[in-house]
């Protein structure tokens, strides 16, 4: 079995910024790409970004270009998620998630979709005051 354990969030002012942690354990080597998404009282789960674990290709969801960066460290097992500028409207439990898809499928104009991944963190909550 793969485990995903996020990490990092907390409660920064509006403008500041966090970096979350997905540290991965199990069979990882059968994921292709790794990602983030994310879910607000009362809101549907959204797409923030994802990250191909070979070549490095990203997405971006609209509202987090230019603020949110991912990466990743294959030898950790880790993705991590910078978050930048951060506004009250970032406020969310945001979940790591891992995908057995085949990369080419992740292109850059691919909006990963929740049925896309097929384990799961347990998410870890991030609020931005204002």
């Known amino acids: 079995q793969v485990q995903l354990v996020e990490s990092g969030g907390g409660l920064v002012q509006a403008g500041g910024s966090l970096r979350l942690s997905c540290a991965a354990s199990?069979?990882?080597?059968?994921?292709?790409?790794m990602g983030w998404f994310r879910q607000a009282p009362g809101k549907e789960r959204e797409f923030v970004v994802h990250?191909?674990?070979?070549?490095?290709?990203?997405n971006y969801a609209d509202s987090v270009k230019g603020r949110f960066t991912i990466s990743r460290d294959n030898a950790k097992n880790t993705v991590y998620l910078q978050m930048n500028s951060l506004k009250p409207e970032d406020t969310a439990v945001y979940y790591c998630a891992a995908s057995k898809i085949p990369p080419a499928y992740f292109g850059p104009r691919y909006y990963p979709a929740e049925t896309d991944f097929s384990s799961w963190g347990q998410g870890t909550q991030v609020t931005v005051s204002s």
């Open positions: 990250i191909t674990l070979s070549g490095g290709s990203t």
């Open positions: 199990g069979l990882t080597s059968r994921f292709n790409a």
